[in-house]
């Protein structure tokens, strides 16, 4: 996995703080009609809409060509492989944390207790790679299938 797609995946996304010039205007509340929160998200997001020149699509159930092209397919074998990469680097992750903790000789656990600990490690790193949605399988099916 490349590291200079994972830092470009991360400037690329919404996540990224916006500076003042760029933030849309508040909505004016002084427009009359309803003053629901929905009614003011609306005239917010058409304001910032047509700040930015874009349309807004009414019709967010239609899929387009493209999303399609892009759909991940979680029961092919490569995606399995991508899952267990992402488990692993969970893994590495977790031993890496593990690793600072500072263990005193009080009590020995021996071989038989780091190796139940190293399982255990094992399983949250499979339960966090299945339930916590890091996105890294996700991300490497697309750049390995070539559909990014």
């Known amino acids: 996995m490349d590291i200079t797609s994972i830092s470009a995946q991360y400037l690329n996304s919404q996540f990224v703080p916006l500076s003042s010039s760029t933030l849309p205007a508040a909505p004016d509340l002084s427009a009359g009609g309803d003053n629901s ?10 304001a910032n809409s047509t700040q930015n020149g874009t349309a807004v699509r009414k019709d967010s159930a239609a899929a387009s060509p493209a999303s399609e092209k892009n759909a991940i397919d979680k ?3 490569l995606y399995e492989q991508c899952e267990a990469l992402e488990t692993f680097l969970i893994k590495n992750l977790i031993q890496s944390m593990r690793d600072t903790v500072q263990k005193s000789d009080l009590i020995d656990t021996g071989f038989a207790g780091e190796m139940y600990e190293d399982m255990l490690y094992d399983e949250y790193a499979k339960t966090y790679s299945k339930n916590a949605n890091f996105g890294f399988a996700e991300m490497a099916y ?7």
Do not use: M, P
């Open 37 to 46: 929160f929905v009614e003011i998200l609306k005239r917010a997001q058409d």
């Open 142 to 148: 697309k750049q390995l299938s070539g559909t990014n």
């Open 75 to 77: 029961t092919s074998k």
